[in-house]
């Protein structure tokens, strides 16, 4: 199982370029969850789909913050145009749902964005 | 809605001392409750985890035992090494919340030789 997987791990980028973080989930998961965490702010959901599904983008913070899930094993989240203050580490996790049990999350590495 | 209060970091202890993390939640229901742990640089990881009042979840020597009638899953560790200098999340996830999980804070644990 290779877990969670992100690209990039680094991303430094000017102030207005547009930004894409990549996500691949865990086979057979069937929620992904993006996260943003900060020292000022922490851990941020920002959006989660299921089954391809956004279900809830009350986190993103404004217009600039785009996802999409065009498949089961393959998630973007875009920033466009990125400013300095989106500089964080980003997170995705999956899950799977089950009717019994626990129903931990699997995170990523995370991508490190730096925006200048 | 639910809610996750974690005891504030950041915690310093010399190693091999006894670790004692707080958390309390608020949930609609009945929530199955985790600790996770994010190492420098890493992502988080699920240390343990209880899906049921009075239930014990334990891995690589912590402990947290799922109180309803207090609404606490504090973790505990009665010797700490340098190697367990990490962020410590607490979390709920009810199936009925539509899927997501409800964190805490963060406590950030330094253990010093």
């Known amino acids: 199982d290779a877990g969670v997987i992100q690209s990039p791990r680094h991303e430094v980028t000017e102030m207005g370029q547009e930004v894409t973080l990549r996500c691949k989930p865990i086979?057979?998961?069937?929620?992904l969850f993006w996260y943003r965490q900060t020292m000022m702010r922490g851990l941020e959901l920002l959006i989660y789909?299921?089954?391809?599904?956004?279900?809830?983008d009350s986190g993103m913070p404004e217009d600039r913050f785009s996802a999409k899930m065009p498949n089961a094993s393959f998630s973007t989240l875009k920033i466009q145009p990125s400013e300095p203050r989106d500089s964080a580490v980003y997170f995705c996790?999956?899950?799977?749902?089950?009717?019994?049990?626990?129903?931990?999350?699997?995170f990523g590495p995370g991508t490190r964005l730096t925006v200048l | 809605g639910n809610s996750v209060t974690q005891m504030e970091g950041p915690v310093t202890l010399s190693e091999e001392a006894f670790l004692t993390i707080n958390c309390t939640y608020t949930?609609?229901?009945?929530?199955?409750l985790f600790w996770y742990v994010q190492y420098p640089g890493e992502g988080l990881q699920l240390l343990l985890k209880?899906?049921?009042?009075?239930d014990k979840g334990s891995n690589k020597g912590f402990e947290a035992t799922y109180r309803k009638e207090t609404t606490s899953f504090h973790l505990e560790k009665g010797s700490v090494q340098v190697s367990d200098s990490a962020v410590y999340f607490c979390?709920?996830?009810?199936?009925?919340?539509?899927?997501?999980?409800?964190f805490g804070d963060g406590t950030t644990l330094t253990v010093k030789p």
């Open positions: 209880a899906t049921k009042a009075d």
């Open positions: 086979s057979g998961h069937d929620y």
């Open positions: 979390a709920l996830s009810e199936d009925t919340n539509a899927g997501k999980s409800t």
């Open positions: 996790a999956s899950r799977i749902r089950r009717t019994s049990g626990t129903n931990e999350q699997f």
């Open positions: 789909f299921n089954n391809n599904v956004p279900i809830d």
């Open positions: 949930a609609t229901g009945y929530p199955s």
